[in-house]
């Protein structure tokens, strides 16, 4: 820890000049005058212009030949900088001298120049990297003269590469040296002197001589925007120098909060890229659009790339449950995320850019002193919302209502009359039906009657209370980094345990990293090594709720408040599920979620080792190979305690399963890089071949038959019911290519070419093609806004390329056969006997998707850096669709897989960012906002595609509109009496006061199935997110902040909970429903009635929904405790923080989250049937560091 | 430094020496259609898979379109599937129903899998099999023509398998020129099946006496009656005993679930309820139906058959007609009634009205009664039914009263041209319905793929 001396407070550029206030008192004055603003823009020039590419050429190495003749010294030093790639900094009123001189100097370095130049106008010179800071020459201080020592070392970066040109001085002194190409310095000083080490980009660091001859020092980056690297396929690149569009988060603004996972951290904070979190099950599924949906039937998900390594697109973890693919990526490994978003970028990574491609780069060593670092948090979570449903004895009333309407009808379509006293003995004899009949829905159900007489103290369970819970959750994550001069590394461990909201799910894991780096010379060798042991308790939340499924949230909604969650002994009450007249058999869903065991294991394994040797100076060779091996297992039980589906009686027979899959995917990567600058030109080129092969082997047995609930294993069943086991391969093979010219580093060039070839498309296509190409142009480095105040640094860019999409399945191209059974033999128990038919017609022509994009942004910074802003426009346009056209039904087949049809993605993304410091204060607020438009072009000569979804609702895909539109009847209010049926044109049969009223939307007088139309989208019209950060001495705040405007979602589990049928229980909102014509209720609310008149069950606008929503992700405040007080505890710093995650949400919607889809299905989007809610958070944490 | 180059030059060198096969994956978990219909044990596999299509369409949409559509039971649930049903239910549904469009692709389906099936019969080398393997196919895909021009009407004839691009420069054939194939194939199917089959192993596989029967109804259907009645004749005793189907004395016996196979059963799907995947769930009108309360009056008080709309709880969700009542496998979830679609009560019904519309005889009552008698109902006698008319009337009704829930009804309705009034005097919402109705309309995304009115119209009204 003695390594670590205690840094210079803000030591920045701008206080270099404190030597000289403090030596020239008299000056002071005069430097008080440059305004703090100036000082501010001189260190945005300094750094912006250092931040160029390219390290300092030493001042006696570069010769000149120059001459002036009675002109300023101003305007010779422009000359030399005109001449060289140095730049003078310098304040103003040091050479305002109006003195012209006469100077020439031939093939002189730049050092005998500047000498001559300056020393007899008493002015001194510094280098610092390719910058010449001038100043007044300080007299020699009348010190004692002390024994000096040699001292020297090495300079370097944060990766362990040496600096050159850094500038390394003795503090309070006037005796300063640069490194050289290889980082090493050498520096005489005397034993109490204190040397600082500075280069631009880079935290300034202090060490006292004391008895070291050899002082080595590792310099830190500074979190300076213009000095950011960015991740782009296959190499990295200065943020100044892309060309593309690539959107990135760092590190520190994931570690220093709780995520769960990576996609949580990404969340709402970057322009153009979605995180739909739309189950919030511990460690569910996620959903990353980048710049909207361009395909119909492939996959819709980015390529996710970990340390080089592409990830595998098999996230198949058996019915109903999806893994997060990012789940075994701890947070806090994360150095940085990067998300290339148009083509040009993703084009390097060809036929898996299309969906866009998320970068991830985990940390890695760095050669210093130990540095272990705990991140810990507790936290307890809860539901963000509960969903207002009626207790007992309102709902008594509805179905009172809704058997009575229903016995109305009946009555009346037989002309004859009745009362809703009318016992059921007389209801049964009046419509003819038998007296035990017990079935019927104009009956009514004797539980109701204590609620209707309103006898106080009956059964009236709360569901979701009874099924959400709060849940603690906490993660460690204990991280050691260091290394020597050639090995250096970073290992971490972490562990997550997060219950879920919803009793009984849950989620556990315990990840490992070693990232180990080594350099010999002119090897370098690296390994990342991330292993994941995930335990999932799964619960199944959506779909119906009283399938086959039986999911939770939707049967917690739908349950009667009538009946208790357990019997008197103890045991569940599942009296529901065998309730009579034509009442819901939904099952308890806290026995169901109690009952049901599903655990699943999950192990991944994700390696990369690399080797980079340089060949010649700059010409670098690089092989990887990398692997991402899963391994997943899947138990379930469903015990004899919980009925059976069929005869809902118990005990029943317990059945079991198990699913397991195991995958390999292995990349290997072969590319060299070269580097050369010319003068003013600077290439980089890039070469290289990859191939990736996946192999999966996935099993599913179901089984039944076990006498007891003694073993749940298989070995306890008896017979099996279900069995596969397939096993599944694809392969790629690429060969890529990337040059990159700059010219004056200010002209930016790029251009790339993939070739992919993949064993998932025909015989006849097997090879794709991605080219790209992109420029940019630094403005501000030109001349005429080298000085403007307004604009301080402007970047435009222009890109196109062509990228792929692969995610299609690995064998749709073949026409294959299914196994379709018969039985034939034995009268009452005949045989079975296989049969085989083909299923597919397969096409051998099966090849890409392709997406071709047009993007042009602009990178600001205006008034000095404090506002910084970049804007992207661009136009997506996908051909070849791999498109499941719908061929005639005839065929024999409803669709064949081809590349057929478009559709283009427009859109606007902008980031505006500002940073501001005020002495121990300063602020960043970034505010991000995009908007997509997305439109089908072409659907293969069919006009339009409608979809089914969940059996109930239509969607519609049309051309010249977006993709998966909802297609329902539009409702336009309920019938308040007869007398507005009879006014009403447009005729519903069967419809009778009280019920939806529907708009005509065909003209021809009736409301039936030709009334559907569009009738919303689930794409947003836009997205923004904001975030801020407040930092005020030891206190910090951030806050961020995340919104959707303009979609609709599609409730349909409200077609049981909000539709006064009354079989399920209602919403409050059924307390507005019609009742009579003297009591319409709200006007929206239909009447009640167990067998809905009219089409008042079908779909409609009266089950759309608003899908707006401005989401408070995240409120934290940090404390960072005093270094004093933590010196003294022996730790090296220590913040600790509070955090508060989705605390608010604001929306209209009506269901739990409004980030909903159940269906992953790019026609059919935006379903909400009863998903995982989302969980709010408040929590503790802590970031140590030892 | 050149040992390394070496190393990684070698690495490079043994990743790429296996190029030219990295690209071509077999897949191991999938057959294609490359190695199969190759030998008889191939065919015999489509063979079955070809029957394995009827087990999804007798089983579900089926029940909607032919008997739900007519005056038997009626849907009460509007919101059910997006309303599919019940839109069948109360001729509300368009042309982009779903349960029409899936029908459609249900039996369209099945007849591509007969098709490709025949087109590989070449490659059975037993003789005997390849007769009967086209018998088999023949027999079922003039049973979903049938099913298809009964629905729809004119329709695609596809007789072999086709390419998208050929089916769509195909028009809809004309009603007759379908009839003609669907009589042509069972004409195939009669000379080619067996009366019955020597292995026991294949009870189930369509027999002579089912492509007779089915070719009987066909002709029926076609006002062939004089056709109707040769063929027909030789099912009845009036020939001896050589297909042995008879009556059971007891009528409930007949869909007995320990029964099944009986000798009153021509041609059933087949279940069995416990092996997975080839059971079936409780049907959804089977369950608690909606009938029409003029049926069950129309049963006299000793009729057995009444009993059979009854139902019986098998617990408070499940409770089928007694037709239909089996109980669960508490295993597999599911039932194992056999679907009849051809048996020997609905031989003797047609065989009577088939004579009577040859010519008003005596004769035909024995075969009317014969039905009567075995379900404990009074025979007709020539002084209740004194004419053509009369009596065609009575046949009719007794089939209403013999084979409700069997999917008889709807197609009988519109035969006999008495749809309109059935539903207009229904006991249950009755409907006015119009002639044009009687045909479904063919499905909308058939109409849109094809977009040739010419050739592939809408059938009117729709």
């Given at each position: 820890m003695n390594f670590l001396l205690k840094q210079k407070k803000q030591a920045s550029y701008c206080q270099n000049f404190n030597p000289i206030r403090e030596k020239n008192g008299d000056k002071i004055k005069q430097l008080m005058r440059i305004s703090a603003l100036t000082a501010i823009f001189l260190c945005m020039s300094i750094v912006a212009l250092m931040a160029r590419e390219g390290r300092a050429q030493a001042l006696d190495k570069v010769k000149l030949t120059i001459s002036a003749s009675n002109e300023s010294l101003r305007s010779v030093l422009q000359k030399i900088e005109k001449l060289s790639s140095f730049r003078f900094v310098y304040p103003s009123d040091k050479i305002n001298s109006k003195q012209l001189i006469r100077f020439s100097a031939t093939n002189l370095s730049v050092a005998q120049i500047l000498d001559k130049l300056l020393h007899e106008r008493s002015l001194s010179y510094q280098q610092i990297g390719d910058n010449i800071l001038i100043d007044r020459a300080v007299e020699k201080p009348a010190v004692k003269i002390r024994k000096q020592t040699r001292i020297s070392g090495k300079i370097t970066d944060e990766i362990g590469k040496p600096i050159p040109g850094a500038s390394i001085k003795i503090k309070g002194g006037n005796k300063a040296t640069v490194s050289d190409e290889q980082g090493n310095y050498q520096l005489s000083a005397a034993e109490s002197d204190v040397l600082v080490f500075m280069f631009i980009g880079y935290d300034s660091f202090e060490q006292l001589v004391g008895s070291k001859t050899v002082i080595n020092v590792n310099l830190k980056p500074s979190s300076n925007q213009m000095q950011e690297v960015v991740v782009i396929g296959y190499g990295t690149q200065n943020r100044k120098d892309v060309t593309t569009s690539v959107s990135s988060i760092s590190g520190d603004q994931i570690n220093n909060f709780a995520a769960t996972g990576v996609d949580k951290a990404l969340v709402g904070k970057l322009a153009g890229v979605q995180v739909l979190q739309p189950n919030g099950a511990p460690g569910g599924g996620i959903s990353i659009k980048v710049r909207g949906t361009g395909t119909i039937t492939a996959g819709s998900n980015p390529l996710y790339v970990v340390d080089g390594v592409a990830l595998s697109d098999n996230d198949d973890n058996g019915p109903g449950f999806k893994i997060n693919p990012l789940s075994m990526i701890n947070p806090n490994d994360i150095e940085s995320i990067d998300v290339l978003k148009d083509a040009?970028?993703?084009?390097?990574?060809?036929?898996?850019?299309?969906?866009?491609?998320?970068?991830?780069?985990?940390?890695?060593?760095?050669?210093?002193?130990?540095?272990?670092?705990?991140?810990?948090?507790?936290?307890?979570?809860?539901?963000?919302?509960?969903?207002?449903?009626?207790?007992?004895?309102?709902?008594?009333?509805?179905?009172?209502?809704?058997?009575?309407?229903?016995?109305?009808?009946?009555?009346?379509?037989?002309?004859?009359?009745?009362?809703?006293?009318?016992?059921?003995?007389?209801?049964?004899?009046?419509?003819?039906?038998?007296?035990?009949?017990?079935?019927?829905?104009?009956?009514?159900?004797?539980?109701?009657?204590?609620?209707?007489?309103?006898?106080?103290?009956?059964?009236?369970?709360?569901?979701?209370?009874?099924?959400?819970?709060?849940?603690?959750?906490?993660?460690?994550?204990?991280?050691?980094?260091?290394?020597?001069?050639?090995?250096?590394?970073?290992?971490?461990?972490?562990?997550?345990?997060?219950?879920?909201?919803?009793?009984?799910?849950?989620?556990?894991?315990?990840?490992?990293?070693?990232?180990?780096?080594?350099?010999?010379g002119k090897l370098k060798l690296g390994a990342s090594i991330n292993y994941n042991f995930g335990i999932y308790n799964y619960l199944p939340t959506e779909g119906r709720f009283n399938d086959n499924n039986e999911n939770i949230i939707g049967g917690a909604l739908a349950a009667s408040p009538f009946f208790s969650v357990t019997n008197p002994d103890g045991s569940y009450n599942f009296g529901q599920y065998n309730w009579q007249y034509s009442q819901s058999n939904g099952a308890n869903p806290v026995g169901l979620a109690m009952l049901k065991k599903d655990e699943t294991f999950e192990k991944k394994l994700l390696t990369n080792v690399f080797?980079?040797?340089?060949?010649?100076?700059?010409?670098?060779?690089?092989?990887?190979?990398?692997?991402?091996?899963?391994?997943?297992?899947?138990?379930?039980?469903?015990?004899?305690?919980?009925?059976?589906?069929?005869?809902?009686?118990?005990?029943?027979?317990?059945?079991?399963?198990?699913?397991?899959?195991?995958?390999?995917?292995?990349?290997?990567?072969?590319?060299?890089?070269?580097?050369?600058?010319?003068?003013?030109?600077?290439?980089?080129?890039?070469?290289?071949?990859?191939?990736?092969?996946?192999?999966?082997?996935?099993?599913?047995?179901?089984?039944?038959?076990?006498?007891?609930?003694?073993?749940?294993?298989?070995?306890?069943?008896?017979?099996?019911?279900?069995?596969?086991?397939?096993?599944?391969?694809?392969?790629?093979?690429?060969?890529?290519?990337?040059?990159?010219?700059?010219f004056k580093d200010r002209y930016l060039f790029s251009a790339a070419l993939r070739a992919d070839g993949s064993s998932r498309f025909g015989a006849n296509t097997k090879y794709g093609y991605f080219p790209s190409a992109s420029a940019g142009w630094i403005v501000s480095d030109e001349d005429f806004l080298k000085n403007s105040n307004l604009i301080s640094s402007l970047k435009l860019r222009a890109s196109y390329g062509v990228t792929g999409n692969f995610q299609i399945g690995n064998y749709a191209y073949l026409a294959t056969l299914a196994a379709s059974n018969y039985v034939f033999g034995s009268p009452n128990s005949p045989a079975l006997s296989p049969g085989l038919y083909q299923n597919t017609p397969g096409n051998q022509d099966l090849g890409w998707e392709k997406t071709s994009a047009i993007n042009l942004g602009a990178d600001i910074s205006l008034f000095k850096g404090l506002l910084n802003a970049t804007v992207d426009v661009y136009s997506n346009k996908t051909s070849d669709l791999l498109l499941n056209v719908p061929v005639p039904l005839s065929t024999g087949y409803s669709t064949n897989l081809v590349n057929i049809g478009k559709v283009s993605n427009k859109g606007i993304e902008l980031t505006l960012s500002s940073k501001q410091q005020m002495g121990s204060f300063s602020l960043t607020n970034t505010l991000n906002y995009s908007a997509n438009r997305n439109k089908v072009l072409d659907l293969g000569g069919v006009n339009s595609i409608m979809t089914q979804a969940q059996s109930v609702i239509y969607f519609m895909t049309e051309v010249g509109k977006p993709v998966g539109n909802y297609y329902t009847l539009v409702n336009t209010g309920v019938y308040k009496d007869q007398a507005d049926i009879d006014n009403t044109p447009a005729k519903v049969p069967g419809a009778k006061p009280g019920d939806f009223k529907f708009a005509d939307i065909n003209g021809d007088g009736i409301i039936d199935g030709n009334d559907k139309t569009i009738t919303g989208n689930y794409m947003p019209k836009f997205t923004y997110g904001y975030s801020g950060q407040l930092q005020y001495k030891m206190l910090d705040l951030a806050v961020s902040a995340q919104g959707v405007y303009g979609n609709t979602?599609?409730?349909?589990?409200?077609?049981?909970?909000?539709?006064?049928?009354?079989?399920?229980?209602?919403?409050?909102?059924?307390?507005?429903?019609?009742?009579?014509?003297?009591?319409?209720?709200?006007?929206?609310?239909?009447?009640?009635?167990?067998?809905?008149?009219?089409?008042?069950?079908?779909?409609?606008?009266?089950?759309?929904?608003?899908?707006?929503?401005?989401?408070?992700?995240?409120?934290?405040?940090?404390?960072?405790?005093?270094?004093?007080?933590?010196?003294?505890?022996?730790?090296?710093?220590?913040?600790?923080?509070?955090?508060?995650?989705?605390?608010?949400?604001?929306?209209?919607?009506?269901?739990?989250?409004?980030?909903?889809?159940?269906?992953?299905?790019?026609?059919?989007?935006?379903?909400?049937y009863g998903s995982y809610p989302l969980a709010k958070m408040f929590l503790l944490g802590l970031n140590l560091k030892f | 430094m050149k040992k390394y180059i070496f190393i990684l030059s070698a690495i490079i060198v043994t990743l790429f020496s296996c190029k030219k096969s990295f690209l071509t994956i077999v897949p191991q978990s999938l057959a294609t259609n490359v190695a199969f219909y190759k030998n008889t044990a191939d065919l015999n596999n489509a063979v079955t898979a070809s029957y394995a299509s009827l087990q999804g369409m007798y089983g579900g949409n089926f029940i909607t379109l032919m008997e739900a559509r007519g005056d038997n039971i009626e849907d009460l649930n509007p919101g059910g599937n997006a309303g599919t049903e019940y839109n069948i239910d109360r001729f509300l549904a368009k042309a982009d129903n779903a349960v029409l469009s899936s029908t459609w692709g249900s039996l369209y389906n099945a007849i591509d899998r007969c098709n490709t099936a025949l087109s590989h019969l070449d490659v059975v080398d037993n003789a005997t099999l390849k007769v009967q393997f086209e018998g088999e196919l023949k027999f079922l895909r003039a049973l979903h023509y049938f099913n298809i021009v009964r629905l729809w009407g004119a329709a695609p004839l596809v007789q072999k398998p086709i390419t998208a691009d050929e089916a769509k420069q195909m028009g809809r054939s004309g009603v007759n020129e379908i009839y003609a194939a669907i009589e042509a194939d069972l004409v195939t199917a009669v000379n080619a099946l067996p009366v019955t089959y020597g292995n026991a192993g294949d009870l189930g596989r369509a027999t002579q006496g089912s492509a007779k029967a089915l070719l009987g109804k066909v002709y029926l259907t076609e006002s062939k009656y004089s056709q109707a009645v040769s063929i027909l004749k030789d099912l009845t005793p009036v020939t001896g005993n050589t297909y042995n189907y008879a009556l059971l004395p007891n009528v409930a016996d007949v869909f007995s679930v320990t029964n099944k196979m009986n000798p009153e059963v021509i041609f059933a799907v087949r279940y069995n309820k416990t092996i997975a995947g080839q059971g079936h769930g409780l049907p959804t009108y089977f369950n608690q139906p909606a009938l029409d309360p003029n049926l069950m009056n129309d049963y006299s008080t000793t009729d057995t058959r009444r009993n059979l709309l009854v139902t019986t709880t098998i617990d408070a969700n499940n409770k089928p007609v007694n037709k239909y009542y089996d109980t669960f496998d508490l295993n597999t979830k599911s039932l194992g009634n056999d679907f009849i679609v051809l048996r020997y009560a609905d031989v003797l019904l047609m065989y009577a009205e088939a004579l009577n519309e040859t010519g008003y005889s005596t004769a035909a009552f024995d075969y009317l009664n014969a039905v009567r008698s075995r379900a404990r109902t009074s025979p007709y006698l020539v002084t209740d039914l004194p004419d053509q008319t009369s009596f065609r009337n009575a046949v009719l009704k007794e089939r209403r009263l013999e084979m409700p829930l069997e999917l008889q009804r709807w197609f009988d309705l519109v035969r006999t041209n008495t749809a309109i009034a059935a539903?207009?005097?229904?006991?249950?919402?009755?409907?006015?319905?119009?002639?044009?109705?009687?045909?479904?309309?063919?499905?909308?995304?058939?109409?849109?793929?094809?977009?040739?009115?010419?050739i592939f119209p809408q059938n009117p009204g729709y």
């Amino acid at each position: 820890m003695n390594f670590l001396l205690k840094q210079k407070k803000q030591a920045s550029y701008c206080q270099n000049f404190n030597p000289i206030r403090e030596k020239n008192g008299d000056k002071i004055k005069q430097l008080m005058r440059i305004s703090a603003l100036t000082a501010i823009f001189l260190c945005m020039s300094i750094v912006a212009l250092m931040a160029r590419e390219g390290r300092a050429q030493a001042l006696d190495k570069v010769k000149l030949t120059i001459s002036a003749s009675n002109e300023s010294l101003r305007s010779v030093l422009q000359k030399i900088e005109k001449l060289s790639s140095f730049r003078f900094v310098y304040p103003s009123d040091k050479i305002n001298s109006k003195q012209l001189i006469r100077f020439s100097a031939t093939n002189l370095s730049v050092a005998q120049i500047l000498d001559k130049l300056l020393h007899e106008r008493s002015l001194s010179y510094q280098q610092i990297g390719d910058n010449i800071l001038i100043d007044r020459a300080v007299e020699k201080p009348a010190v004692k003269i002390r024994k000096q020592t040699r001292i020297s070392g090495k300079i370097t970066d944060e990766i362990g590469k040496p600096i050159p040109g850094a500038s390394i001085k003795i503090k309070g002194g006037n005796k300063a040296t640069v490194s050289d190409e290889q980082g090493n310095y050498q520096l005489s000083a005397a034993e109490s002197d204190v040397l600082v080490f500075m280069f631009i980009g880079y935290d300034s660091f202090e060490q006292l001589v004391g008895s070291k001859t050899v002082i080595n020092v590792n310099l830190k980056p500074s979190s300076n925007q213009m000095q950011e690297v960015v991740v782009i396929g296959y190499g990295t690149q200065n943020r100044k120098d892309v060309t593309t569009s690539v959107s990135s988060i760092s590190g520190d603004q994931i570690n220093n909060f709780a995520a769960t996972g990576v996609d949580k951290a990404l969340v709402g904070k970057l322009a153009g890229v979605q995180v739909l979190q739309p189950n919030g099950a511990p460690g569910g599924g996620i959903s990353i659009k980048v710049r909207g949906t361009g395909t119909i039937t492939a996959g819709s998900n980015p390529l996710y790339v970990v340390d080089g390594v592409a990830l595998s697109d098999n996230d198949d973890n058996g019915p109903g449950f999806k893994i997060n693919p990012l789940s075994m990526i701890n947070p806090n490994d994360i150095e940085s995320i990067d998300v290339l978003k148009d083509a040009s970028a993703a084009a390097i990574y060809g036929s898996r850019g299309s969906n866009g491609v998320v970068i991830i780069t985990t940390k890695r060593g760095k050669k210093e002193k130990l540095a272990i670092s705990l991140n810990s948090y507790y936290g307890i979570q809860s539901t963000t919302k509960k969903i207002d449903m009626m207790d007992g004895y309102e709902y008594a009333n509805l179905i009172y209502d809704a058997h009575n309407n229903t016995y109305f009808d009946l009555l009346q379509s037989k002309g004859l009359t009745g009362s809703a006293t009318d016992n059921n003995a007389v209801r049964l004899s009046k419509l003819g039906a038998a007296a035990t009949n017990t079935s019927l829905a104009y009956l009514l159900p004797p539980e109701i009657f204590p609620y209707l007489n309103n006898e106080p103290g009956l059964t009236s369970t709360d569901w979701q209370d009874e099924i959400f819970r709060q849940a603690p959750m906490q993660s460690h994550t204990l991280s050691l980094a260091g290394g020597s001069d050639k090995v250096q590394f970073y290992i971490s461990g972490n562990y997550l345990d997060q219950d879920g909201i919803v009793i009984n799910s849950g989620y556990k894991k315990y990840g490992g990293r070693i990232n180990l780096d080594a350099q010999f010379g002119k090897l370098k060798l690296g390994a990342s090594i991330n292993y994941n042991f995930g335990i999932y308790n799964y619960l199944p939340t959506e779909g119906r709720f009283n399938d086959n499924n039986e999911n939770i949230i939707g049967g917690a909604l739908a349950a009667s408040p009538f009946f208790s969650v357990t019997n008197p002994d103890g045991s569940y009450n599942f009296g529901q599920y065998n309730w009579q007249y034509s009442q819901s058999n939904g099952a308890n869903p806290v026995g169901l979620a109690m009952l049901k065991k599903d655990e699943t294991f999950e192990k991944k394994l994700l390696t990369n080792v690399f080797a980079e040797y340089e060949i010649i100076k700059d010409l670098k060779y690089k092989v990887s190979f990398g692997t991402n091996i899963s391994d997943f297992n899947r138990s379930t039980f469903r015990p004899s305690t919980l009925p059976n589906t069929v005869t809902r009686v118990v005990p029943s027979i317990p059945t079991g399963g198990y699913i397991a899959n195991q995958a390999t995917n292995w990349t290997a990567e072969n590319t060299l890089t070269y580097k050369k600058r010319i003068g003013e030109h600077s290439f980089q080129a890039l070469g290289g071949f990859t191939l990736q092969k996946e192999r999966s082997n996935a099993s599913n047995i179901q089984a039944t038959g076990f006498p007891n609930d003694l073993v749940q294993t298989l070995n306890g069943a008896t017979s099996v019911t279900t069995f596969t086991s397939e096993i599944k391969e694809w392969s790629l093979l690429s060969g890529l290519a990337r040059l990159q010219y700059s010219f004056k580093d200010r002209y930016l060039f790029s251009a790339a070419l993939r070739a992919d070839g993949s064993s998932r498309f025909g015989a006849n296509t097997k090879y794709g093609y991605f080219p790209s190409a992109s420029a940019g142009w630094i403005v501000s480095d030109e001349d005429f806004l080298k000085n403007s105040n307004l604009i301080s640094s402007l970047k435009l860019r222009a890109s196109y390329g062509v990228t792929g999409n692969f995610q299609i399945g690995n064998y749709a191209y073949l026409a294959t056969l299914a196994a379709s059974n018969y039985v034939f033999g034995s009268p009452n128990s005949p045989a079975l006997s296989p049969g085989l038919y083909q299923n597919t017609p397969g096409n051998q022509d099966l090849g890409w998707e392709k997406t071709s994009a047009i993007n042009l942004g602009a990178d600001i910074s205006l008034f000095k850096g404090l506002l910084n802003a970049t804007v992207d426009v661009y136009s997506n346009k996908t051909s070849d669709l791999l498109l499941n056209v719908p061929v005639p039904l005839s065929t024999g087949y409803s669709t064949n897989l081809v590349n057929i049809g478009k559709v283009s993605n427009k859109g606007i993304e902008l980031t505006l960012s500002s940073k501001q410091q005020m002495g121990s204060f300063s602020l960043t607020n970034t505010l991000n906002y995009s908007a997509n438009r997305n439109k089908v072009l072409d659907l293969g000569g069919v006009n339009s595609i409608m979809t089914q979804a969940q059996s109930v609702i239509y969607f519609m895909t049309e051309v010249g509109k977006p993709v998966g539109n909802y297609y329902t009847l539009v409702n336009t209010g309920v019938y308040k009496d007869q007398a507005d049926i009879d006014n009403t044109p447009a005729k519903v049969p069967g419809a009778k006061p009280g019920d939806f009223k529907f708009a005509d939307i065909n003209g021809d007088g009736i409301i039936d199935g030709n009334d559907k139309t569009i009738t919303g989208n689930y794409m947003p019209k836009f997205t923004y997110g904001y975030s801020g950060q407040l930092q005020y001495k030891m206190l910090d705040l951030a806050v961020s902040a995340q919104g959707v405007y303009g979609n609709t979602i599609a409730n349909i589990a409200q077609r049981h909970y909000n539709s006064t049928e009354s079989y399920a229980n209602n919403t409050t909102d059924a307390l507005g429903r019609w009742v009579s014509p003297t009591q319409t209720g709200n006007g929206i609310t239909p009447r009640a009635n167990r067998s809905a008149t009219g089409l008042n069950a079908q779909m409609s606008t009266y089950h759309l929904s608003s899908g707006s929503y401005l989401r408070i992700r995240e409120i934290t405040l940090g404390l960072t405790l005093p270094d004093k007080m933590i010196k003294k505890a022996g730790l090296g710093s220590l913040r600790v923080y509070a955090t508060a995650q989705n605390p608010f949400t604001f929306t209209k919607y009506n269901g739990y989250n409004p980030e909903v889809s159940v269906d992953t299905n790019p026609l059919t989007p935006g379903i909400d049937y009863g998903s995982y809610p989302l969980a709010k958070m408040f929590l503790l944490g802590l970031n140590l560091k030892f | 430094m050149k040992k390394y180059i070496f190393i990684l030059s070698a690495i490079i060198v043994t990743l790429f020496s296996c190029k030219k096969s990295f690209l071509t994956i077999v897949p191991q978990s999938l057959a294609t259609n490359v190695a199969f219909y190759k030998n008889t044990a191939d065919l015999n596999n489509a063979v079955t898979a070809s029957y394995a299509s009827l087990q999804g369409m007798y089983g579900g949409n089926f029940i909607t379109l032919m008997e739900a559509r007519g005056d038997n039971i009626e849907d009460l649930n509007p919101g059910g599937n997006a309303g599919t049903e019940y839109n069948i239910d109360r001729f509300l549904a368009k042309a982009d129903n779903a349960v029409l469009s899936s029908t459609w692709g249900s039996l369209y389906n099945a007849i591509d899998r007969c098709n490709t099936a025949l087109s590989h019969l070449d490659v059975v080398d037993n003789a005997t099999l390849k007769v009967q393997f086209e018998g088999e196919l023949k027999f079922l895909r003039a049973l979903h023509y049938f099913n298809i021009v009964r629905l729809w009407g004119a329709a695609p004839l596809v007789q072999k398998p086709i390419t998208a691009d050929e089916a769509k420069q195909m028009g809809r054939s004309g009603v007759n020129e379908i009839y003609a194939a669907i009589e042509a194939d069972l004409v195939t199917a009669v000379n080619a099946l067996p009366v019955t089959y020597g292995n026991a192993g294949d009870l189930g596989r369509a027999t002579q006496g089912s492509a007779k029967a089915l070719l009987g109804k066909v002709y029926l259907t076609e006002s062939k009656y004089s056709q109707a009645v040769s063929i027909l004749k030789d099912l009845t005793p009036v020939t001896g005993n050589t297909y042995n189907y008879a009556l059971l004395p007891n009528v409930a016996d007949v869909f007995s679930v320990t029964n099944k196979m009986n000798p009153e059963v021509i041609f059933a799907v087949r279940y069995n309820k416990t092996i997975a995947g080839q059971g079936h769930g409780l049907p959804t009108y089977f369950n608690q139906p909606a009938l029409d309360p003029n049926l069950m009056n129309d049963y006299s008080t000793t009729d057995t058959r009444r009993n059979l709309l009854v139902t019986t709880t098998i617990d408070a969700n499940n409770k089928p007609v007694n037709k239909y009542y089996d109980t669960f496998d508490l295993n597999t979830k599911s039932l194992g009634n056999d679907f009849i679609v051809l048996r020997y009560a609905d031989v003797l019904l047609m065989y009577a009205e088939a004579l009577n519309e040859t010519g008003y005889s005596t004769a035909a009552f024995d075969y009317l009664n014969a039905v009567r008698s075995r379900a404990r109902t009074s025979p007709y006698l020539v002084t209740d039914l004194p004419d053509q008319t009369s009596f065609r009337n009575a046949v009719l009704k007794e089939r209403r009263l013999e084979m409700p829930l069997e999917l008889q009804r709807w197609f009988d309705l519109v035969r006999t041209n008495t749809a309109i009034a059935a539903l207009k005097n229904s006991g249950l919402t009755p409907l006015n319905i119009q002639t044009f109705q009687y045909l479904y309309p063919v499905p909308q995304s058939e109409i849109d793929i094809m977009k040739n009115p010419s050739i592939f119209p809408q059938n009117p009204g729709y």
